[in-house]
């Protein structure tokens, strides 16, 4: 059962003042997500990527087409009010961490549920769990400014996750980290994903992320974006990068798609 579709999205930016008319960023974007699935979209730098997570969001509007949530019309013809996290149903970790500066990582990755009025014992016990989970338990005093990156990547992960929205969107949640750091969180995130049976869409412009992190991966072209193709990788989990790029299956993948994106 898909739990969303995208049906021939278009975007395009309005115009400069006394410009021409800005160009077609996204046409003719059309894909899937079933329920649970771990979807994800690789496509070169300005591909559009950011701006697709953001209409799914409901950020940010179409020009034209339909997404549906469940088979329901979320934006379309006659559905043209937008509706930010579609009350908390999608959550959207965005390409920075946007964590509010004045306020500690506890404080942080409880702002959603205060926000909600649904800060109760249990929320907080939940959000000491994903903390003590992703190894960010002994900071939560701390204020953003004196975390690592990959830390306060994590937080703005667990922040998305404390308040259970069923699917998430992630923008190259790990792109700023060293390898290291960035295999601990894919391996995190595998973890959690499995564990809450959540759906994932998670874009980046990695082809060996994409294909070790996606069930199916969503190869995406440039000016304008649209999906040319679709790879579902049927690889065992978890799935330890590292381990992967000596494996045939991994590497057949990873060069189809590079000439793909070529
Ligand atoms: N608010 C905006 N106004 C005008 N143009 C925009 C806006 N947001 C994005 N664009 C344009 O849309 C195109 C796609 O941008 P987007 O940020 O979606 O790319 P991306 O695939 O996420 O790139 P990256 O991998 O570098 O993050 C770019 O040409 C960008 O200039
Ligand atoms: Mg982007």
């Known amino acids: 059962m898909s739990i969303l579709d995208v049906v021939s999205i278009d975007k395009r930016f309005a115009a400069r003042a006394g410009g021409e008319a800005a160009p077609w960023v996204i046409q003719g974007l059309s894909f899937t997500v079933a329920e649970g699935e771990f979807v994800t979209i690789v496509g070169p730098s300005g591909a559009g990527k950011s701006t697709i997570l953001s209409m799914l969001a409901q950020v940010e509007p179409p020009s034209g087409g339909e997404i549906r949530l469940h088979g329901q019309t979320i934006y379309g013809p006659g559905h043209d009010t937008l509706k930010p996290g579609l009350d908390c149903r999608i959550g959207y970790i965005t390409q920075d961490d946007n964590l509010l500066p004045w306020r500690t990582l506890e404080q942080n990755v409880l702002f959603p549920l205060e926000v909600q009025g649904r800060l109760d014992a249990q929320a907080r016990e939940h959000a000491a769990q994903l903390m003590q989970t992703v190894g960010l338990a002994g900071y939560e005093r701390y204020y953003p400014h004196e975390l690592s990156g990959g830390m306060r990547k994590r937080a703005a992960i667990v922040r998305t996750l404390v308040y259970d929205p069923p699917i998430i969107l992630m923008d190259e949640p790990f792109g700023a980290l060293d390898a290291e750091t960035r295999a601990t969180l894919q391996a995190d995130l595998q973890r959690l994903w499995a564990l809450k049976h959540k759906t994932i869409l998670f874009v980046t412009h990695e082809i060996a992320e994409a294909v070790a992190l996606g069930d199916r991966v969503l190869v995406l072209k440039r000016a304008p974006a649209r999906v040319i193709a679709e790879h579902a990788v049927t ?15 991994f590497v057949r993948h990873y060069e ?3 000439n793909q994106i070529r």
Do not use: G, N, S, Y
């Not at 690889?235 to 299956?249: C, G, H, Q, S």
């Open 235 to 249: 690889l065992a989990r978890p799935r330890v990068i590292d381990e992967l790029l000596v494996d045939e299956a």
């Open 256 to 258: 189809t798609i590079r």
